[in-house]
């Protein structure tokens, strides 16, 4: 039970260095708070909370895999390697891709009751 119980401080001490070091992951941070400021302010479904939930998890998750990769690349190879490079930039990738996907899905969500509010016909 010992090591189940520091697990958690493994993992919370990997989220401080992680929002500590990484400009993204406090931009992400940032947006999902007002996503969900948003959320509460539209009266949002349930089903619409799932799909903004996701997102945000998928975001940060991403983001975090992100930082690993990136960590564990920098360790192995301190010097410059083009193969190097190709995984920072493709674990990049990844993050753009739900990023993209959380923005779209966002879009949908928010933009016809924005409209609504705003007296346009939606």
Request: some cysteine; charged content about 10%; aromatic content about 14%.
């Amino acid at each position: 039970m010992k090591k189940f119980i520091r697990g958690f401080g493994f993992a919370f001490n990997g989220l401080k260095y992680a929002f500590a070091t990484q400009i993204n992951f406090r931009v992400h941070v940032f947006a999902a708070l007002l996503v969900i400021g948003l959320s509460f302010y539209l009266h949002i479904s349930t089903a619409e909370w799932n799909w903004i939930l996701l997102c945000i998890a998928m975001v940060l998750l991403t983001e975090l895999l992100n930082t690993g990769i990136e960590t564990l690349t920098d360790l192995v190879s301190p010097g410059y390697n083009k193969l190097a490079g190709h995984v920072k930039d493709i674990s990049a990738a990844a993050v753009l891709v739900v990023a993209f996907f959380a923005l779209i899905t966002g879009v949908i969500i928010f933009l016809p009751k924005i409209l609504l509010l705003l007296g346009y016909a939606a």
